[in-house]
């Protein structure tokens, strides 16, 4: 079990720029979240796949992001015309709904610098 | 006002010391709740994680969980210096939900 794997851990862009950010979930975990964290403060919800149905959105998911997870496998969150405010750290964790369906295991999240 | 509120610290202590770390929450729907740690610029790693009212204790860690009062509290005894880092507290309403945080509190153990 290798863990939740996101990348790349570090991105800097120009504002304007597009982003791609991938994420490979825990194997077998059918469910998929994906969360900002920006300094100081806790993660926030983005969105959540449930295999490779997007059940939830968050209203911080601006019509400038898009979260994709074909075949239920790795997802992908792409920003575009990215902003300053979009600097972040973007974290995925995935979980799976078997047991107690509740243990939500978080990658070592990915940092975007908009400049 | 947020759902979760969490003291953002910093809490100083001395190495040996009990960590007392609280979170209060808005919302009776929630019924899951977790304790997670992250060090500087890394993922969040679940330490605890309880369902509804009641105390679970893992190690050097204990959970409490009273819904009555909408607050949660982690304790984790002996402290060490690799205890230092940001606890944050999460909970959801159904399994598998999406998890709401609190602010996180910086923690500093002190050699």
């Known amino acids: 079990d290798t863990g939740v794997s996101q990348d790349p851990r570090h991105k800097i862009t120009k504002r304007g720029q597009n982003v791609t950010f991938r994420c490979d979930p825990i194997?077998?975990?059918?469910?998929l979240y994906w969360y900002r964290q920006t300094l100081g403060q806790g993660p926030e919800f983005l969105t959540y796949f449930q295999n490779e149905a997007q059940l939830e959105k968050s209203r911080l998911l601006s019509d400038r992001f898009s979260a994709e997870r074909p075949k239920g496998s790795f997802s992908t969150l792409e920003i575009q015309r990215t902003e300053q405010g979009d600097s972040a750290m973007y974290l995925c964790?995935?979980?799976?709904?078997?047991?107690?369906?509740?243990?939500?295991?978080f990658g070592e999240g990915s940092w975007l610098t908009v400049v | 006002q947020k759902e979760v509120e969490q003291d953002p610290g910093p809490l100083s202590v001395p190495e040996g010391a009990i960590v007392s770390l609280n979170c209060t929450y808005s919302n009776s729907a929630f019924q899951y709740f977790m304790w997670y740690r992250q060090y500087s610029r890394k993922g969040p790693e679940l330490l605890m994680y309880t369902y509804s009212s009641g105390n679970k204790e893992d190690g050097r860690f204990t959970a409490q969980v009273d819904k009555s009062s909408k607050y949660i509290s982690l304790f984790i005894r002996d402290s060490q210096p690799s205890d230092s880092a940001t606890y944050l507290c999460a909970m959801n309403k159904a399994a598998g939900n999406k998890l709401t945080f609190g602010g996180g509190t910086r923690v500093l153990v002190k050699p």
């Open positions: 964790a995935s979980s799976s709904d078997r047991g107690s369906g509740n243990t939500i295991y």
């Open positions: 194997s077998e975990h059918n469910r």
